[in-house]
C-alpha cells in the first residue's frame, strides 16, 4: 500500500458510501482528511471515527453544486 503521509484529501459526499469507505481508506493510508457532505450529521460522524482511529480529519459541510460552498471548501481545507 502506498503511503499517502504529508498529503491531504478531500472527500466530497464523505459522509456515507463510497466516499465514507475512500475517507477511511485515505486515513489509514496517512492522508489527512477533509470530509465534505451536504449532511453535516453524516460529515461529522465519520471525521470523529477517523480521529478516534487515531488519524487527522474534519468535516465541512459543502454542496459542491454550489460555486459559493465549493470556493469556501477549497478556503476552509487550505487553511488547515
Known amino acids: 500500500m502506498t503511503s499517502l503521509q504529508d498529503a491531504t484529501a478531500v472527500i466530497t459526499g464523505g459522509g456515507s458510501g463510497i466516499g ?12 489527512r482528511i477533509v470530509v465534505a457532505d451536504i ?6 460522524q465519520v471525521a470523529a471515527d477517523i480521529r478516534k482511529a ?9 454542496d459542491v453544486g ?12 487550505l487553511d488547515r
Open 39 to 44: 449532511n453535516a450529521a453524516n460529515a461529522n
Open 20 to 31: 465514507e469507505a475512500t475517507a477511511y481508506s485515505l486515513a489509514t493510508r496517512g492522508a
Open 66 to 77: 454550489s460555486d459559493q460552498a465549493f470556493d469556501s471548501l477549497k478556503a476552509f481545507t
Open 54 to 62: 487515531g488519524h487527522e480529519a474534519e468535516a465541512i459541510v459543502c
